[in-house]
């Protein structure tokens, strides 16, 4: 199963951290004897970078930590808060086994000239757009995937925020109406090209907002590559990644988001090129199924999920627009992002078809 967990590779031009003065720092804040530090990085992820860092102790004892950073050349400094997000990982992690422990957080730039913070590993098998080489999903384990993750949000939804300390991480009332209204001007400040569908969404979602005061701790990007599975049981969830955005708001704007990155047969060709999970595996519920399933195991009203469904799309879109800007600007290199915009645009029809047709599949 080894061969099935994900893997660090070598870090990309343009993103390489200073070692030797992390190694210094690592060193003195830990208090042990650093040799040699390797660096790597995983592959996975659009915003915030996430390295492997190890190194060996003289007891031959191995240490191996992720250590994660904001991207190059961000101008959205709120969105990449390195401190928020430790902050989150050490309450959550003490009463919710799927939340990486974090270890140290970093506010010196002399290290690597931004904030960044370091977590325990956590290994497993990571789910992409298309499954890891030699591994073979059929139809029932496919559908037990769906379940499993969908189980995982609603156990998140669950949780007792105020128990676990982060009863101050956000403010539910008007989150909603915040969340339009910040999107909608984030996706002004980093605006390449001309997407009028853009602009339609946005006006759609601040009319149609949903009069809602509910509250639960969401994780604001769920999907399957961010959730790390057991290699040995792979219905077991052992992680969840990208705490970045997780805070109080609506739990069916967190369902939302994932239904914006649930990708089907019928969806646009570059949303089915760029997918973020295999949710075109047959076997795969489909987004009303996933919807359903949610409302039955979590007893919530899903009334309002065209709205919800449509905003999880803009925002998507927005997020990819956001990454798209430092491309165009030239502050990243990674090819990855060349092709964005028109993912952008896809999106935003995506939601419109959404809204048009007054459902969240067809």
């Not at 990982?89 to 140290?104: E, F, H, N």
């Not at 853009?198 to 006006?203: I, K, L, Q, S």
């Not at 469904?309 to 030239?330: C, D, E, M, N, S």
């Amino acid at each position: 199963m080894h061969e099935l967990i994900d893997q660090s590779r070598a870090v990309r031009s343009g993103e390489e951290l200073d070692d030797g003065r992390l190694r210094a720092y690592l060193g003195k804040t830990l208090d042990e004897d650093i040799g040699q530090l390797d660096i790597e990085q995983f592959p996975g992820g659009h915003s915030n970078l996430t390295y492997l860092i190890r190194w060996q102790l003289e007891t031959g004892d191995m240490r191996e930590y992720v250590l994660r950073r904001p991207p190059f050349g961000s101008k959205v400094a709120r969105a990449h808060d390195m401190g928020r997000e430790y902050r989150v990982l050490d309450k959550l992690s003490q009463a919710y086994p799927k939340a990486p422990r974090p270890l140290l957080f970093c506010q010196d730039h002399d290290v690597l000239g931004t904030d960044f913070y370091l977590m325990d590993r956590v290994r497993g098998v990571i789910l992409r757009r298309d499954p890891p080489a030699g591994l073979s999903i059929d139809t029932t384990l496919a559908t037990q995937l769906c379940r499993v993750l969908i189980d995982a949000l609603v156990e998140l939804h669950a949780l007792d925020y105020q128990a676990l300390g982060l009863g101050d991480l956000g403010k539910p009332a008007g989150y909603i109406e915040r969340q339009v209204t910040g999107w909608t001007k984030r996706y002004s400040a980093s605006q390449t090209d001309d997407v009028p569908a853009v602009d339609e969404v946005a006006a759609w979602l601040a009319e149609h907002m949903p009069a809602r005061g509910i509250a639960a701790l969401i994780h604001n990007d769920f999907k399957f590559d961010n959730v790390i599975l057991d290699a040995h049981d792979l219905t077991r969830i052992v992680g969840i990644l990208d705490w970045e955005m997780c805070t109080l708001g609506d739990p069916l704007m967190d369902l939302g988001t994932s239904l914006g990155y649930w990708v089907e047969a019928g969806d646009h060709p570059i949303l089915r090129e760029l997918r973020f999970g295999p949710t075109l595996l047959p076997g795969m519920m489909n987004r009303a199924q996933v919807a359903e399933y949610y409302a039955e195991k979590s007893d919530r009203d899903l009334s309002d999920m065209v709205f919800f469904t449509a905003f999880g799309l803009f925002k998507i879109a927005v997020v990819v627009q956001q990454i798209y800007y430092r491309y165009a600007k030239g502050l990243t290199k990674d090819r990855r992002f060349a092709q964005l915009n028109v993912a952008v645009q896809a999106l935003c029809e995506q939601a419109r078809e959404v809204i048009s047709r007054d459902r969240i599949s067809w």
